[in-house]
């Protein structure tokens, strides 16, 4: 019997690789021109619909390809205008990505990763263990299918002004369809994003921050959470491997590299483990050197954790120290908190096959 030949997913790829693609199939590359204005400008997904492609090459497309987003599972609108999607994927994964709409900016959360493998001690996404990496398609798929929810572009306005990758997942540990999805986020065929207004943000994994620094160009933000290796480790487990001074390293060189770009840190404030006065004061000593700005992020408490947040009056004195000492610290408004949208809050459905080998090591 023939072996039935394996479909492509045109969402797994960006332009150079549709390229590649199309001379495969015996076509010229300027058609990967056309079809990716199709699914990116146009919301495309069938073959039927590309009138400027002959009928004998939709018929050929169709035989090898197909266009497939995630399936939105379920959307919940928050009192403050925050919308959360549950994108699926098959076989029970899912991720969840967040629209948060401010005065000036529509801000788009996506998700890397179906969980993440990372542990970090404060993340509700980390306590759920790690299934798989995500696809291109299912990343960049996560920004068309927000984009077409929205209405993105209706009316000559772009609803989505700003995409980071905040949601599930450690973007630097999926390195490959991360930075071909961030590709189609950038390219004028796909969604024309300037590079400032894509942000990848890692835990710190240090090798993928040299790497993305020659890969491609993108704002970079690091959890941080923590100015000491001893604290950070406790927080941040990555921190046994990766320690502070090889963090500040891979970041001054990111930004010297790019210029006039800066680091984005985030700092997570929570009760009595980092949010000391004399933590504030050693933050300023390590980031003096970095061109940077600062994140505070209250805590966002999710079911099991033992974490707090820091009351108003100290993440207040913390932003005040920060600042005296020559930071530029702003701290980040939760929102969707009665959908469950903010920061660190994120499910998704992971079947995690990490935790249960764990389980099943303890057993036996
Ligand atoms: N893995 C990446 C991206 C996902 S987390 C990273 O670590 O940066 C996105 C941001 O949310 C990170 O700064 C993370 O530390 C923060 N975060 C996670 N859990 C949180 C929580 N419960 N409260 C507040 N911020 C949280």
Known sequence: MKREQETVNLMDLEEGRMR???????????????????????????????????????????????????????????????????????????VETVFIPEPNRGTLCISSQVGCALNCTFCSTGAQG?????????????????????????????????????????????FNPVVRAISLMRNDLGFGFAAKRVTLSTAGLVPGIDRLRETIDVALAVSLHAPDDETRVKLVPLNRKYPISELMRACRDFVSEKHKRTVTFE??????????????????KLLRRVPSKLNLIPFNPFPGTEYRCSPDSRILEFQSIVMKGGLIATVRKTRGEDIDAACGQLVGKVLDRTRRSRTLREQT
């Open 130 to 174: 790690f299934n798989r990496n995500l696809e291109t398609g299912e990343i960049i798929g996560q920004v068309w299918q927000a984009a077409r929810a929205l209405g993105h572009e209706r009316n000559g306005t772009r609803r989505i002004t700003n995409i980071v990758l905040m949601g599930m997942g450690e973007p630097l540990a999926n």
């Open 267 to 284: 700092y997570t404030l929570i009760d009595g483990v980092n949010d000391h006065p004399d933590q504030a004061r050693k933050l300023v």
């Open 20 to 94: 590649s693609f199309f001379e495969w199939l015996g076509e010229k590359p300027f058609r990967a021109q056309q079809v990716l204005k199709w699914i990116y400008h146009q919301g495309v997904t069938d073959f039927d619909e590309m009138t400027n492609l002959s009928l004998a090459l939709r018929e050929k497309l169709k035989a090898v390809a197909v266009i497939e987003p995630p399936r939105i599972l379920s959307e919940q609108q928050s009192a403050d205008g925050t919308v959360k999607w549950l994108m699926g994927f098959g076989g029970g994964n899912a």
